[in-house]
């Protein structure tokens, strides 16, 4: 087998790194455009976070097991009218989650309905509307930014132009804010000192932000805690989150474009550093032990950019190397995958429930519909996720790294059993992924999960762009604006294919 620098280079016109919903989307959105797209996609499936996999008659959602963005004018909604795709199907969430906070018997329901939902929290949360009225109104200001699909943060002119394009008088004025936290509007409501309160929004603004109140930027945060309501919405699809891979996978086939699976790109080498002159060379090893080359003018990369220093080696600029350097780890998590009989789960659940719970963390819960795939007639899944630093969990040999797994489960367990009131020893099926299982999947450093947490020097104007500082390499994924979830690297995909197909002379819009 020769060495990958002597094999002859494929060529095609733009190479996505990673077959996640990020780059699904981005491969569609160009093979729509016209031009000739190579997807690359390690692992066996696409999907990446919000892939599946099965055990037995069970179907696990790896990570994500809710989408947003399919309502009218959303992110998906507008993606898959602009592929000449159906979306999967899928029912919006109401109540979007049910929270329980710790020594306490009465949850507090997202219900979809705004109406009810501010019924709700003045019932749980008394004296805090002012609060909520605030969060309303910064919502209000960024949905009309963001359906202006702007370029954040701007990085040449033509960025800027686009920015400033989608601004009106409610962003300006919601502009004010931009260094501010959830805490700072807090204090500004009156209602710093209502602890209740502060550990509701801690439990809310951690799954998506990767922060507490007092670190999530205030303009990410308003957004984050009014997702579950209409005219936005959390949706369950039909099936399993696979659907929405499908979907985006119909799209990018029938655009013309490829998938190669079990390919993972080792190497990104720049022009002018290979004989290839004035194209990128991604290089990596097929179905594990073939060496593959291909050239391109372009390189989407959606993994992690704390994979772009091994991806890149000295190609990496040292100003962009040390600033990779100064961000915080991302959450790594641990997901308990069980099955149980659906006559033990109490009547008329939801589907998404949260719990405030010690050790190891606080769950965020996701139990099956009857008929939606997951399990077999008269049981369903449960999943359990918790956040937890990613590192530790590659510290220890195996003994060790053995016992701490155990004894996560066995926490997560436990509160699972209080939260659905279940007899101990309930599950059917019962197994817990840590980082390290994360790795293996997605090949995300340590087991990464999220991407950068939203505070307001990592948030909008002050975040990761988009366009890299090398000519031709462009980023997307969690780590870029807007940040975390499905809806959230669609749009950041989104905002590369414009940038890019700027650079070659043409235009990308979405309708809606």
């Known amino acids: 087998m020769p060495p990958a620098d002597r094999l002859a280079a494929e060529v095609c016109d733009v190479v996505v790194v990673g077959g996640g919903i990020g780059g699904l989307t981005a491969a569609a959105l160009l093979a729509k455009a016209g031009l000739q797209v190579e997807l690359l996609e390690a692992h066996h499936q696409s999907g990446g976070c919000a892939g599946t996999f099965r055990r037995g008659p069970y179907t696990f959602d790896v990570g994500a097991t809710q ?132 550990r509701f929004l801690d439990l809310q603004l951690r799954l998506y932000s990767q922060q507490p109140a007092d670190h999530t930027a205030a303009l990410y945060g308003a957004t ?106 991302p959450s790594g998590a641990l997901v308990f995958y069980g099955a149980i009989d659906r006559d033990r789960l109490p009547a008329e659940h939801p589907l998404h429930l949260q719990l405030e719970w010690g050790d190891p963390g606080p769950l965020f819960v996701s139990i099956s519909a009857e008929e939606d795939g997951h399990a077999p007639a008269g049981q369903a899944t449960v999943i359990a996720s918790v956040f937890t630093p990613a590192r530790p969990w590659f510290e220890h040999g195996e003994d060790t790294y053995q016992e701490r797994k155990r004894a996560a489960q066995a926490g997560i367990e436990a509160g699972l059993v209080q939260l659905l009131d279940l007899a101990p020893k309930s599950f059917r099926h019962s197994e817990l992924s840590t980082p390290r299982g994360f790795l293996r999947w997605t090949g995300r450093p340590f087991g990464f999960v999220g991407g950068l947490g939203q505070t307001p020097g990592r948030f909008g104007p002050f975040g990761l762009a988009s366009r890299s500082p090398l000519t031709g390499l462009w980023l997307c994924g969690d780590s870029i604006f807007p940040g975390e979830g499905t809806a959230g690297v669609s749009q950041s995909a989104h905002m590369a294919c414009r940038q890019l197909l700027a650079r070659r002379g043409f235009s990308l819009s979405l309708a809606g």
């Open 67 to 198: 989408v947003a963005g399919l309502e009218s004018g959303g992110i998906h909604a507008r993606l898959f009218a602009h592929l000449g795709v159906d979306p999967p199907a899928a029912s919006p969430l109401d109540p979007g989650c049910s929270v329980l906070l710790a020594g306490e018997t009465t949850p507090i329901q997202l219900w979809r309905d705004p109406q009810r939902w501010a019924l709700e929290r003045q019932r749980h949360f008394p004296g805090s509307e002012r609060f909520w009225q605030f969060c309303g109104s910064l919502h209000a200001a960024n949905w009309a930014f963001n359906r202006r699909d702007p370029i954040l943060p701007p990085r040449n002119a033509w960025d800027l132009a686009t920015m400033l394009g989608a601004l009106g008088p409610a962003p300006l004025a919601s502009g004010l804010l931009v260094g501010a936290t959830v805490l700072d509007l807090l204090r500004l409501a009156g209602c710093a000192g209502d602890q209740r309160l502060r």
């Open 224 to 329: 984050v805690l009014a997702m579950a309501q209409e005219p936005l919405g959390l949706w369950h699809l039909h099936g399993s989150m696979q659907t929405l891979s499908a979907a985006l996978e119909q799209g990018l086939a029938r655009a013309g474009g490829r998938l190669r699976l079990r390919h993972r790109v080792e190497r990104l080498v720049p022009p002018g550093q290979h004989p290839t002159q004035g194209t990128w060379r991604v290089e990596g090893q097929c179905h594990g032990t073939t060496p593959f080359q291909i050239a391109a003018r372009d390189v989407i990369c959606t993994a992690p950019v704390q994979a772009l220093p091994a991806l890149l080696g000295e190609s990496l600029p040292l100003g962009y190397r040390r600033r990779l350097a100064g961000f915080d780890d």
